[in-house]
């Protein structure tokens, strides 16, 4: 999941809350930029909970966070930045 680090902050979640309930490492929750970048998600239902959980606190689909699964090769690194949101 990518949330807009902006949209994070002002949701008034707490990382450790995040950490404890998807059962997080250190690396499954990371800060990079404006970007907060959370998983992989194990559980099948956990994109599910954690798409409601942003929800419920206010964070718009899309316009604040994005889910992006997939199986990817080792040999493939994404690069992902926020860039000026519009509107």
């Known amino acids: 999941m990518l949330i807009r680090k902006a949209a994070f902050e002002r949701s008034g979640l707490v990382r450790s809350a995040i ?19 959370i ?32 199986n990817w090769p080792a040999w493939l690194g994404v690069w992902v930045s926020g860039g000026p949101r519009d509107g």
């Open 19 to 37: 950490d404890e309930r998807f059962a997080l490492t250190p690396d499954e929750f990371r800060v990079e930029g404006d970007i907060v970048a």
């Open 39 to 70: 998983g992989p998600l194990h559980e099948d239902d956990a994109i599910i909970a954690l798409t409601e959980q942003l929800e419920s606190v206010g964070l718009v689909y899309y316009d604040d966070f994005v889910e992006m699964s997939g």
